[in-house]
């Protein structure tokens, strides 16, 4: 039997909801359980592919090519089951479905309301595929009061009452501040944010609150009966240092024993969390250090980059060591000289990115990093600044440009316009729709067996995420492989460039892909735990 956990939050957004589904589901898997986690988004955007990864953060791609929202990468990286097309929806697409169907004539006659149609088709959505699986995770995005909202909270309203009785439980995450002058945690906000809950027509069975001290017996049975739940599920999620002790810390906190128990299930024994406690040792004592720059533009918002600093955090695991990340706005090298800033520094990460501020800024950390013999990661745009300054500095063609930047004499990176996919072949005008056109999600790549990318995958064929409207141009191969950067991986029909690296270098690697999607802390990616390993030969030259 499918028992479903429904995850909201309150108070403030930011707690973590993402962070806590996941973390829930790790101890759930630790327990022999099949768990799959899924995510509702409320507002209008079809995906997330088109927003500012400032305002929004990252945009996770799944296998099947969904640009999803950043929650799916913690589900990943905390289950080790790769996420799909259909674990996120949105408002946005599942008004564009409804109104699509409208406009066919399938409701022909009938008004179409948020209730029923909209809820409806977030139900159908909620309960699809899930045959298999012990325990359904939804998380719902944003806070509980929030008017777009409303629909996601109706419909998992709904399924409370139509799903057989004791298959459902509904788990409030809210924010317990501590107030210095009162020298007390507070529980009114929960007690506002459960009221409002109620006022819809949920009533959470478990309290999750994010604290940074543990919550006195006086402040729990507070909550407790203001927010009618039992004393034993109000469970405190302390902030702890690594997201990766959080599935111990629920553990020790009891969220999974309170889970069970309220499905009445046997909850007894200790589930195995072996290789978190592995991970978080390695955490909380790392054997050495090592400084990696990302030159991004992005770098405000360090969410904008959430997978990225998560793989280079397992490839620290991988090593024991710990990574000190130095965020640098490429803006700043189109101005000074990036000496100075990259000094010292064990590796150079030049991430995705998309537009040209901040271009000519990555194209100087590239060749930084290539004259000073420092490890350089070019992540999809990386790859393809790193391939410019190649043929700019030593290809002899100066005006080597992308144009994503506009007309370009020399389009050393240029429009994709058609490519592969498994047997289907896609095609893009310069002209279209910017949303769900990129090529997108898993393809595949053949390496060369003896370049430096086969020996790090210990494989000469991969598969990676892919997202990007560009590609280094296959017209400058030759020009380029003569200065010692090699196409050392391409698409299987050997048309598209997937990975270059500079011969005779100690380790410079551009990817076309994101490895970074596709890294987890109990199997650090190889790309992540090369560069990490590069750097650490490098800080011993220092
Ligand atoms: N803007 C580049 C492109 O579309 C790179 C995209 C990326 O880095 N993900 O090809």
């Known amino acids: 039997m499918t028992r479903y956990v429904f995850i909201t939050g309150g108070v403030v957004s930011s707690l973590g909801k993402g962070l806590a589904s996941a973390a829930l589901a790790a101890v759930l898997?630790?327990?022999?359980?099949?768990?799959?986690?899924?995510?509702?988004?409320?507002?209008?955007?079809?995906?997330?592919?088109?927003?500012?990864?400032?305002?929004?953060?990252?945009?996770f791609v799944t296998d099947d090519g969904a640009e999803t929202d950043l929650d799916l990468?913690?589900?990943?990286?905390?289950?080790?089951?790769?996420?799909?097309?259909?674990?996120?929806?949105?408002?946005?697409?599942?008004?564009?479905?409804?109104?699509?169907?409208?406009?066919?004539?399938?409701?022909?006659?009938?008004?179409?309301?948020v209730i029923p149609h909209v809820t409806n088709a977030i139900k159908d959505f909620v309960l699809d595929g899930n045959d298999t699986f012990d325990f359904v995770l939804v998380e719902i995005g944003g806070t509980v009061g929030d008017i777009e909202g409303l629909p996601f909270f109706e419909a998992i309203r709904q399924l409370g009452q139509e799903l057989p009785r004791g298959t459902c439980c509904y788990v409030h995450l809210t924010l317990l501040p501590y107030i210095p002058s009162a020298g007390e945690?507070?529980?009114?906000?929960?007690?506002?944010?459960?009221?409002?809950?109620?006022?819809?027509?949920?009533?959470?069975?478990?309290?999750?609150?994010?604290?940074?001290?543990?919550?006195?017996?006086?402040?729990?049975?507070?909550?407790?009966?203001?927010?009618?739940?039992?004393?034993?599920?109000?469970?405190?999620?302390?902030?702890?240092?690594?997201?990766y002790e959080v599935p111990l810390s629920y553990r020790k906190a009891g969220l999974d024993r309170e889970v069970l128990g309220h499905f009445g299930l046997e909850h007894g024994e200790e589930p195995d969390l072996g290789r978190?406690?592995?991970?978080?040792?390695?955490?909380?004592?790392?054997?050495?250090?090592?400084?990696?720059?990302?030159?991004?533009?992005?770098?405000?918002?360090?969410?904008?980059?959430?997978?990225?600093?998560?793989a280079l955090i397992h490839g620290g695991i991988s090593h024991r060591v710990k990574v000190n990340l130095e965020w640098i706005e490429a803006e700043v090298f189109e101005r000074e000289d990036p000496a100075p800033f990259l000094e010292g520094l064990n590796g150079i990460l030049v991430p995705g990115g998309f537009g040209q501020r901040g271009a000519e800024g990555k194209i100087r950390a590239a060749r930084y990093a290539r004259e000073k013999r420092i490890p350089y990661l070019g992540i999809c745009f990386g790859m393809q600044m790193a391939v410019i300054e190649a043929a700019r500095s030593l290809a002899g063609v100066p005006d080597a440009?992308?144009?994503?930047?506009?007309?370009?004499?020399?389009?050393?990176?240029?429009?994709?316009?058609?490519?592969?996919?498994?047997?289907?072949?896609?095609?893009?005008?310069?002209?279209?729709?910017?949303?769900?056109?990129?090529?997108?999600?898993?393809?595949?790549?053949?390496?060369?067996?003896?370049?430096?990318?086969?020996?790090?995958?210990?494989?000469?064929?991969?598969?990676?995420?892919?997202?990007?409207?560009?590609?280094?141009?296959?017209?400058?191969?030759?020009?380029?492989?003569?200065?010692g950067l090699r196409f050392s991986g391409l698409s299987p029909d050997g048309l598209l460039p997937e990975t270059v690296e500079h011969v005779g270098h100690p380790w410079f690697i551009g990817v076309q892909f994101h490895p970074e999607l596709k890294s987890r802390p109990f199997e650090p990616h190889p790309l992540f735990k090369g560069f990490v390993g590069a750097a650490i030969e490098q800080s011993r030259l220092v």
């Not at 009114?188 to 543990?214: F, N, Y």
């Not at 067996?449 to 400058?476: L, W």
């Open 29 to 59: 898997q630790a327990r022999g359980y099949r768990v799959r986690m899924r995510k509702l988004d409320p507002y209008l955007n079809v995906d997330p592919g088109t927003m500012s990864p400032t305002q929004h953060g990252e945009v």
């Open 73 to 113: 990468g913690h589900y990943e990286r905390f289950t080790g089951v790769p996420a799909s097309r259909a674990d996120n929806i949105t408002t946005g697409r599942i008004y564009q479905d409804i109104i699509a169907k409208e406009r066919r004539g399938d409701y022909l006659g009938a008004t179409i309301q």
């Open 185 to 243: 945690l507070k529980t009114k906000p929960t007690q506002h944010s459960v009221k409002e809950l109620r006022s819809i027509g949920i009533q959470p069975d478990i309290l999750l609150c994010r604290c940074d001290r543990s919550i006195p017996v006086e402040e729990r049975r507070k909550l407790a009966l203001f927010c009618n739940v039992r004393e034993t599920a109000v469970i405190e999620a302390l902030d702890v240092a690594s997201i």
């Open 276 to 310: 978190w406690t592995t991970i978080s040792d390695r955490v909380r004592n790392p054997e050495g250090e090592v400084s990696i720059a990302i030159v991004g533009k992005y770098t405000g918002l360090k969410d904008a980059y959430k997978s990225l600093t998560e």
């Open 401 to 483: 440009n992308s144009t994503e930047f506009g007309e370009t004499s020399e389009p050393v990176v240029g429009l994709l316009t058609e490519w592969l996919r498994g047997n289907e072949l896609e095609r893009r005008a310069a002209v279209g729709d910017l949303g769900g056109t990129m090529r997108l999600g898993a393809y595949d790549a053949q390496l060369d067996p003896d370049s430096k990318i086969a020996q790090i995958y210990g494989s000469d064929r991969i598969s990676e995420r892919h997202r990007h409207r560009y590609e280094v141009n296959m017209a400058y191969r030759e020009r380029l492989e003569a200065t």
